[in-house]
């Protein structure tokens, strides 16, 4: 009888990845803040004319607006 492997998945911190994954967008600004010992960024949206940023938040606030982005044409190729 053959036993299933387990299943490890890689701790994020051992790689120093973030947890979350945010697409990869050709109109979006990722500014580091400095903050004590976290990384922090800040995100703005600079769809559509570049002109005037939009306030996305945090990282963690900004994923899912990201990712639920209906302007497909935005995204770099190797996200599809």
Not at 31 to 57: K, N, Q, S
Request: with cysteine.
């Amino acid at each position: 009888m053959a036993l299933p492997l387990p299943v490890v998945t890689p701790d994020p911190e051992a790689y120093r990845l973030a947890p979350h994954r945010i697409r990869r967008c050709t109109f979006r600004r990722i500014i580091h803040v400095d903050a004590t010992a976290d990384r922090v960024y800040e995100v703005e949206c600079l769809f559509p004319d570049r002109r005037v940023p939009i306030p996305l938040g945090d990282l963690d606030s900004a994923t899912p607006i990201c990712n639920n982005c209906t302007a497909g044409h935005i995204f770099r190729p190797d996200e599809d």
